[in-house]
Each structure stands twice: as structure tokens, then as C-alpha cells.
């Protein structure tokens, strides 16, 4: 997974930054491995998926980020029990990333909505 960090809105356009993710197979079977290993690794297979070679990069940083994710993917959208008021919404309910607790939100606005009517 891939993200041009200066594609955001309101980032400083000046420099190229890109956030690389490894898959979650990937990552567990390299969990020990040295940072330094890991970024280079990234930077390989990162010039291979786009097909062109990358310059070195001025700065970068790897982070093991253990968490960063559901253990299992669902397909929720959220949760509600409607009679007790309970809703539950969150990017766990969907993708682990902005857009999933996006629409999770929305989900739960809508069921709240339908219920309200
Ligand atoms: C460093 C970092 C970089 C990321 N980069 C990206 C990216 O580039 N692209 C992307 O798509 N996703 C990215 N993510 C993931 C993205 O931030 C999350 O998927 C998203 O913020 C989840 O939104 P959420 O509303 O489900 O949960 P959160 O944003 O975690 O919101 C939960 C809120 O509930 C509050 N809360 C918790 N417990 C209580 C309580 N008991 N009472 C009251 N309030 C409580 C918390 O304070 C928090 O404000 C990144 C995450 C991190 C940490």
C-alpha cells in the first residue's frame, strides 16, 4: 500500500514523500528484521511496482507498527442495536484506514437516521 504523502491537501508540495506499507504476511515474517534492511527492501520492491528507478532518498524512517491494523478484515459498515441507542463505527469495522472509519461513520449516521424517522 502506497501513499504520496504531498498529494494530501495542504502539504508542503516541495518535496516527494511517499508512506510505504508492507502486506501484513510480509511483515510477520520479517518482524526481527533491522530497519535498515526493511527500508531498503521497501525501496527495491517500491521501484519495481512503478516501474522506474527512485533516487535515494534524502530522508526515511521505518516503524514496526504492530497494530496498525485489524487482526481479521470485516465487512460491518457498524454496528447497532438500535432499541438500546448502542452505535459502534470505526475503521476497525472496515478497511483499518481513514476511508474505512469514514464510511463507517456515515453507516452509522445513516442507520441512527433510519431509525429516528
Ligand atoms: C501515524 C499514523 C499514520 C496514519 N496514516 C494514514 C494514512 O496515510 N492513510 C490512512 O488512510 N490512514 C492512516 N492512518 C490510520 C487512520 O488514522 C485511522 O484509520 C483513522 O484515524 C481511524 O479513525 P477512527 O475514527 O476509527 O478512530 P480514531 O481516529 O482512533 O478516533 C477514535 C477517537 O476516540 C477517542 N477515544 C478513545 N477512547 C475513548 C473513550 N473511552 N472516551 C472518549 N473518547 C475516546 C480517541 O481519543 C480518538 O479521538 C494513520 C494512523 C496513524 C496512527
Known sequence: WLARNRSKPGRDSGLDTWVLHATSAWTRQHLDMPKEQVIEHLHGAFAE?????????????????????????????????????????????????????????????????????
Open 49 to 117: 511496482m512503478i516501474g522506474c528507478a527512485v533516487p535515494a532518498p534524502a530522508f526515511t524512517l521505518a516503524h514496526r507498527w504492530l497494530y496498525a491494523k485489524p487482526a481479521v478484515a470485516h465487512q460491518w459498515g457498524a454496528l447497532a442495536d438500535v432499541d438500546l441507542g448502542l452505535y459502534a463505527c470505526g475503521d476497525w469495522c472496515l478497511s483499518g484506514r481513514v476511508e474505512g472509519a469514514w464510511l463507517s461513520g456515515q453507516e452509522a449516521a445513516r442507520k441512527l437516521l433510519e431509525h429516528r424517522l
